[in-house]
T-cell receptor, first 114, second 110 residues
Framework: AQSVAQPEDQVNVAEGNPLTVKCTYS??????LFWYVQYPNRGLQFLLK??????LVKGSYGFEAEFNKSQTSFHLKKPSALVSDSALYFC????????????FGTGTQLKVEL | SQTIHQWPATLVQPVGSPLSLECTVE??????LYWYRQAAGRGLQLLFY??????ISSEVPQNLSASRPQDRQFILSSKKLLLSDSGFYLC?????????FGEGSWLTVV
């Protein structure tokens, strides 16, 4: 069975400061890892993914994530947060044999304040 | 380009009434298609997925069913809605190992 943990329900950051949203995973086999963002009353938007290769993955809107196999983590980061980054962020995992069935974390609400 | 359309966006239905939510994908062929439900603004639960016409896998027992009458059409249905069916329903499809989501349908059962 595969699982994802997002240990923080909410993260508060001041605009201009770096942000990190944490994610750890558990999976049998090689993980495919994803980050999505959800704005109120909207569907999920794909931000970035790790399949293989470079551990540092760059995605949309200046976000990046680092895959750490030994710590089974895939934390989302951005060097300088914007108020418009305030949203709900989901980490998800599947495996090569997972048929693209994603398992999601419970989400982390990011609040960026002036 | 590939796009996904999901409708209706909002639906208020009485308990015991039927349900039909539709999803179509454009710009691709033979996609994997999915229905997810999001409860209480957070957790996402996979309800159904389909790898082809007429091929439906159910992930959890429930009051809902899904059908795929055409390659790029995926329908979520119920014969009699329950209060507990209320939620935000998301259709999704796969392209190049990535799942993309539609804008969702809000269902309120009253």
């Amino acid at each position: 069975a595969q699982s994802v943990a997002q240990p923080e329900d909410q993260v508060n950051v001041a605009e201009g400061n770096p942000l990190t949203v944490k994610c750890t995973y558990s999976v049998s086999g090689n993980p495919y890892l994803f980050w999505y963002v959800q704005y109120p009353n909207r569907g999920l938007q794909f931000l970035l993914k790790y399949i293989t290769g470079d551990n540092l993955v760059k995605g949309s809107y200046g976000f990046e994530a680092e895959f750490n196999k030994s710590q089974t983590s895939f934390h989302l980061k951005k060097p300088s947060a914007l108020v418009s980054d305030s949203a709900l962020y989901f980490c998800a995992v599947t495996t090569t044999g997972g048929g693209n069935k994603l398992t999601f974390g419970t989400g982390t609400q990011l609040k960026v304040e002036l | 380009s590939q796009t996904i359309h999901q409708w209706p966006a909002t639906l208020v239905q009485p308990v015991g009434s039927p349900l039909s939510l539709e999803c179509t994908v454009e710009g691709t062929s033979n996609p994997n298609l999915y229905w997810y439900r999001q409860a209480a603004g957070r957790g996402l639960q996979l309800l159904f997925y389909s790898v082809g016409i007429g091929q439906i896998s159910s992930e959890v027992p429930q009051n809902l069913s899904a059908s795929r009458p055409q390659d790029r059409q995926f329908i979520l249905s119920s014969k009699k809605l329950l209060l507990s069916d209320s939620g935000f329903y998301l259709c999704a499809w796969t392209s190049r190992n990535t799942i993309y989501f539609g804008e969702g349908s809000w269902l309120t059962v009253v």
